[in-house]
């Protein structure tokens, strides 16, 4: 049942697609299931971040804050730290007359302010984490008493006892079949034969991913596979690509991918696996060896108990990888469609609105909607 729209909600969500796209799809479900149609959407002044929430169409309010203090040196370091306090001063001005029924925070960098924000003027606020371990600006968030949605059972750096766990937003898929899937990636080349995997690196990217796609799609055992890669580079590596090998951009709608996929191979950003898990689809995951705190290779490993597949660290032998991705192989793809009817994928967006109302709003039950 929707309630009726009392006040303006904001999300905020910084740095990559692995914060936004969540944060996104919660936003869209305030809006159509709870009927919030005030809904205010901040981000950095990233290229990256602006083009995500526009292929969403989603009205958003840039900060001048291309990152964290800590990720740069020197006098850029200095620079982004006085960014920072002054966006901090702009939002207290602006909540202190015009306050927020609530705030939403999805990670990165620029959720710093608002957490600041928050608890001088009292907004009831609520974090999302989509990693296995915690980051340093939900960290900073715990020390603060705000409470802390999980996206695992578990989230190293944070007493569980004080987080919810209520799993990640994921993106919903059309229904599409797999020749139309195809040829709306690749119009002008006919449909492979064998199982397809897919590559990509995320919304970064990866150039590593394509040089290993490039060596198992040369490999023996893997021949009779077709290895459909996201390549962010994509002019870049046409010449070196092989015949059972198709480069497409990065893409926001994962429809036509997920749908093509037997398997998957990627990094361990939780969002990603996530959404693999949700749609039952099998996969090697290659966390990033220079992920803060080693958290992707943390998600890869809840990801492996979980059912979902495989990890392959990067310093291990390639002989490993080959074997790795023939266990996945094997695995059952669960229909997709099936998948997409079962209203599941919407639990984790209750979950994180229910957080706010159970905590922050007397009188009001978890199991209200």
């Given at each position: 049942m929707?309630?009726?729209?009392?006040g303006?909600?904001i999300?905020?969500?910084g740095?990559t697609?692995?914060?936004?796209?969540?944060?996104v799809?919660f936003?869209t479900?305030?809006?159509k299931?709870?009927?919030?149609?005030?809904i205010?959407?901040?981000?950095g002044?990233?290229?990256?971040?602006q083009?995500?929430f526009?292929?969403?169409?989603?009205?958003?309010k840039?900060?001048?804050?291309s990152?964290s203090?800590?990720?740069?040196?020197g006098?850029?370091a200095l620079l982004r730290?006085?960014?920072?306090v002054?966006?901090?001063?702009?939002l207290f001005?602006?909540?202190?007359?015009?306050?927020?029924?609530g705030l939403?925070?999805?990670?990165?960098y620029?959720c710093?302010?608002?957490?600041?924000v928050?608890k001088i003027l009292?907004i009831?606020?609520?974090?999302h984490?989509q990693n296995a371990?915690?980051?340093?600006?939900?960290r900073?968030g715990?020390?603060?008493r705000i409470?802390?949605c999980?996206?695992?059972?578990q989230c190293t750096?944070?007493?569980?006892?004080?987080?919810v766990?209520?799993?990640i937003?994921?993106?919903a898929?059309?229904h599409?079949?797999?020749?139309?899937?195809w040829?709306k990636?690749?119009p002008?080349?006919p449909f492979?034969?064998?199982k397809?995997i897919l590559?990509f690196?995320?919304?970064?990217?990866?150039?590593l991913?394509?040089?290993?796609a490039?060596?198992l799609?040369?490999?023996e055992d893997?021949?009779?596979c077709?290895f459909?890669?996201?390549?962010?580079e994509k002019?870049?590596f046409?010449e070196?690509k092989?015949?059972?090998?198709?480069?497409?951009?990065p893409?926001w709608?994962?429809?036509?991918?997920?749908i093509?996929?037997?398997?998957?191979?990627?990094r361990?950003?939780g969002?990603?696996?996530?959404?693999?898990?949700?749609?039952?689809i099998p996969?090697?995951?290659i966390?990033?060896?220079?992920s803060?705190?080693?958290?992707q290779e943390?998600?890869?490993?809840?990801f492996?108990?979980?059912g979902?597949?495989?990890?392959w660290?990067?310093?291990?032998p390639f002989?490993?990888l080959?074997k790795?991705?023939h266990?996945?192989?094997v695995?059952?793809?669960?229909?997709?469609?099936?998948?997409?009817?079962s209203?599941?994928?919407t639990?984790?967006?209750?979950?994180i609105?229910?957080?706010?109302t159970a905590?922050?709003?007397?009188g009001?039950?978890?199991?209200e909607?």
């Amino acid at each position: 049942m929707k309630k009726q729209d009392r006040g303006e909600y904001i999300i905020v969500a910084g740095g990559t697609g692995g914060h936004i796209i969540p944060s996104v799809v919660f936003g869209t479900w305030l809006e159509k299931e709870v009927g919030i149609s005030k809904i205010k959407y901040y981000t950095g002044n990233r290229p990256l971040e602006q083009k995500i929430f526009s292929f969403y169409k989603k009205k958003i309010k840039p900060l001048a804050l291309s990152g964290s203090p800590r990720g740069t040196r020197g006098i850029f370091a200095l620079l982004r730290f006085f960014s920072m306090v002054y966006i901090t001063g702009g939002l207290f001005f602006s909540f202190f007359f015009n306050p927020p029924r609530g705030l939403f925070l999805f990670g990165g960098y620029l959720c710093v302010p608002f957490i600041a924000v928050a608890k001088i003027l009292g907004i009831p606020t609520v974090i999302h984490e989509q990693n296995a371990l915690a980051g340093r600006t939900t960290r900073l968030g715990a020390r603060f008493r705000i409470p802390i949605c999980i996206g695992w059972p578990q989230c190293t750096f944070l007493d569980n006892t004080d987080a919810v766990f209520t799993g990640i937003p994921v993106r919903a898929l059309r229904h599409l079949h797999v020749l139309d899937a195809w040829n709306k990636l690749v119009p002008d080349r006919p449909f492979p034969s064998g199982k397809i995997i897919l590559v990509f690196g995320g919304s970064l990217g990866s150039s590593l991913l394509f040089d290993l796609a490039l060596r198992l799609a040369t490999h023996e055992d893997y021949k009779d596979c077709h290895f459909l890669v996201i390549a962010k580079e994509k002019k870049l590596f046409e010449e070196k690509k092989e015949k059972n090998m198709t480069l497409v951009e990065p893409q926001w709608d994962m429809s036509p991918l997920y749908i093509l996929a037997s398997a998957v191979i990627a990094r361990g950003g939780g969002s990603t696996l996530a959404e693999l898990l949700a749609y039952h689809i099998p996969g090697l995951i290659i966390p990033l060896s220079k992920s803060a705190d080693g958290h992707q290779e943390q998600n890869a490993r809840f990801f492996k108990d979980l059912g979902g597949g495989d990890l392959w660290k990067e310093e291990e032998p390639f002989c490993e990888l080959i074997k790795r991705l023939h266990h996945i192989l094997v695995m059952q793809k669960t229909s997709i469609g099936k998948t997409i009817e079962s209203g599941e994928n919407t639990l984790p967006s209750q979950r994180i609105f229910h957080t706010m109302t159970a905590t922050h709003t007397k009188g009001d039950a978890p199991g209200e909607l």
